[in-house]
């Protein structure tokens, strides 16, 4: 189906980003998004980005599955950056008071290392 919900894992500059393509939205399966981030998280990564750059749309339910991505991942500041949001998404994160949870970056060259 073109708009399930796939991602891919990459490593850029020793960050983990998560690539996700296609839409965010009810409906679809977010357990293997939740499974990769725990793995991340317990092979000892401390940041994580989300590329959405290549979703399409994003509901309640995507919204949802970004702040369940940032539970499991841990809540520390930085530890999760979203890369390339809509500016759909980030207005829809701003109205429920959300937003400033996450480090939005808008091109890879912002991605902090793993060291910072």
Known sequence: MADSLSLAVETFEGVPVLRLTGKLVYGQ???PLYDIVARLRGEGHHRVVIDLSA???TDS???SALLEVRRIFGEQPGALALLGPSDRLRAALAMIRVLSLFEVITDEGQIPGPSR
């Open 29 to 31: 399966t977010f357990q």
């Open 55 to 57: 979703v399409q749309s």
């Open 61 to 63: 339910s995507g919204m």
